[in-house]
């Protein structure tokens, strides 16, 4: 059993390091695609687009869901929920500066998915949330 976990482990990582060559080069610490290839390490499985667009539309209990900021889809530029603040896409293929720093994007899931969700989003959720926001394009 550990055994194939190994490599299964392996060819997930092989996949992703192709994903990540795939991923345009950018000036900053990390990319969409760097964060897709982490979180989907971290959970030990890549992401899975519709089920990130099922978490990203819906509301979790709360007041918000993840588009009541950041639009559906979240092509265009977005509206802070309460401050009326704007937000620029969250996509990455409509926004350049989008997931192009760690810390906003540690800083900016961990915020917003206790104000949507309670709590924390898991690793398989922002894998998720993320192969649903790479898989939107122009
Ligand atoms: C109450 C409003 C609000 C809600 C609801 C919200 N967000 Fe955000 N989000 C923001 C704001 C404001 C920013 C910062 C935008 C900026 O400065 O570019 C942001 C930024 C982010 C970032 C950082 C993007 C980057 O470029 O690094 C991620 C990731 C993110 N949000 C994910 C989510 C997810 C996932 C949900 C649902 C669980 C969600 N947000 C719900 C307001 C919200």
């Known amino acids: 059993m550990a055994a194939m976990?190994?490599?299964?482990?392996?060819?997930?990582?092989a996949l992703l390091a192709g994903l990540l060559a795939a991923g345009a080069a950018t000036a900053a610490d990390t990319s969409a695609t760097q964060q897709l290839e982490?979180?989907?390490?971290?959970?030990?499985?890549?992401?899975?687009?519709?089920?990130?667009?099922?978490?990203f539309t819906t509301?979790?209990?709360?007041?918000?869901s993840c588009s009541s900021c950041h639009h559906s889809p979240p092509t265009t530029?977005?509206?802070?929920?309460?401050?009326?603040k704007p937000i620029a896409p969250l996509a990455p293929?409509?926004?350049?500066?989008?997931?192009?720093?760690?810390?906003k994007v540690d800083k900016w899931f961990r915020?917003?998915?206790k104000d949507v969700l309670s709590r924390e989003c898991s690793a398989a959720e922002k894998a998720d949330v993320m192969a649903y926001l790479l898989s939107l394009k122009p």
């Open 38 to 55: 982490r979180w989907s390490a971290q959970a030990g499985a890549p992401g899975n687009a519709d089920r990130g667009q099922r978490l």
């Open 111 to 113: 915020r917003n998915c």
């Open 93 to 103: 293929a409509f926004n350049r500066e989008a997931f192009t720093d760690t810390a």
């Open 59 to 64: 509301r979790q209990g709360g007041e918000w």
């Open 5 to 13: 976990t190994h490599r299964t482990h392996h060819l997930c990582a």
């Open 77 to 84: 530029g977005g509206k802070h929920a309460s401050t009326g």
